[in-house]
């Protein structure tokens, strides 16, 4: 394995980690079987994405370049902004009902490998091989996601309930920046202020 596999596969599985992390801070019961799947559900999707974006070849990158940070920010907006509702309702576990449903580990474990299936694509623009990146973007992912839940828990029993607001906003805020670097990244942000330049806002009549 060479190094750019190995940096890319750590890499890959940071976003995982943090939202983990947020996670695990408002699971109050079922802490093992709720790591275990979050942890098999991010690491099967790192593992599966970049072999996707692999077989499907470059013209997928190109695609999934323009959608990615969007759809990324969308579900975790989703999820978090649920977590966040839930925060202020009465007190109750919130295990398996709000931040450990299936449809929540589902949303979460594809909006942190989207960007695995486009390394994959890369992979497969420069012909080198992506199985052992997929290898390690998965296993490093699953360890990650256990940890990351453990870590997050001992954060929620020390601040409550509370964390769970917490822990949404922080969502919110992994999806905001996801959106944030790739509009930076690929000129979304100069494509607004061209835009902003061409079309000046019109000069009152008589103003000096």
Same mark, same amino acid.
């Given at each position: 394995?060479?190094?750019?596999?190995?940096?890319?596969?750590?890499?890959?599985? =940071?976003?995982?980690?943090?939202?983990?992390?947020?996670?695990?801070?408002?699971?109050?019961?079922?802490?093992?079987?709720?790591?275990?799947?979050?942890?098999?559900?991010?690491?099967?999707?790192?593992?599966?994405?970049?072999?996707?974006?692999?077989? =499907?070849?470059?013209?997928?990158?190109?695609?999934?370049?323009?959608?990615? *940070?969007?759809?990324?920010?969308?579900?975790?907006?989703?999820?978090?902004?649920?977590?966040?509702?839930?925060? &202020?309702?009465?007190?109750?576990?919130?295990?398996?009902?709000?931040?450990?449903?299936?449809?929540?580990? &589902?949303?979460?474990? @594809? !909006?942190?490998? /989207?960007?695995? &299936?486009?390394?994959?694509?890369?992979?497969?623009?420069?012909?080198?091989?992506? @199985?052992?990146?997929?290898?390690?973007?998965?296993?490093?992912? !699953? @360890?990650?996601?256990? !940890?990351?839940? *453990? &870590?997050?828990?001992?954060?929620?029993?020390?601040?409550?309930?509370?964390?769970?607001?917490?822990?949404?906003? @922080?969502?919110?805020?992994?999806?905001?920046?996801?959106?944030?670097? *790739?509009?930076?990244? *690929?000129?979304?942000?100069?494509?607004?202020?061209?835009?902003?330049?061409?079309?000046?806002?019109? /000069?009152?009549?008589?103003? /000096?």
């Amino acid at each position: 394995m060479d190094w750019e596999s190995a940096i890319s596969g750590v890499s890959l599985a =940071m976003d995982a980690f943090a939202v983990s992390v947020c996670m695990g801070a408002c699971i109050f019961d079922r802490l093992r079987r709720v790591s275990l799947r979050m942890g098999i559900a991010c690491g099967l999707f790192q593992f599966l994405m970049p072999l996707g974006g692999w077989t =499907m070849g470059g013209w997928s990158a190109r695609l999934m370049t323009s959608l990615d *940070h969007w759809l990324a920010f969308g579900l975790l907006a989703v999820v978090g902004g649920g977590m966040v509702r839930s925060s &202020f309702r009465p007190p109750e576990p919130c295990g398996e009902d709000a931040a450990a449903s299936l449809g929540a580990l &589902f949303s979460l474990a @594809l !909006a942190t490998s /989207v960007d695995a &299936f486009v390394v994959g694509a890369g992979f497969a623009l420069v012909d080198k091989p992506v @199985l052992p990146l997929a290898l390690l973007a998965g296993g490093v992912t !699953a @360890l990650a996601c256990v !940890a990351g839940i *453990h &870590f997050g828990r001992l954060v929620g029993c020390r601040f409550g309930k509370r964390v769970e607001l917490l822990g949404g906003t @922080l969502l919110i805020l992994i999806g905001l920046n996801i959106l944030i670097t *790739h509009l930076l990244d *690929h000129g979304g942000l100069e494509w607004l202020r061209e835009t902003a330049t061409k079309n000046p806002p019109a /000069v009152r009549q008589g103003q /000096v």
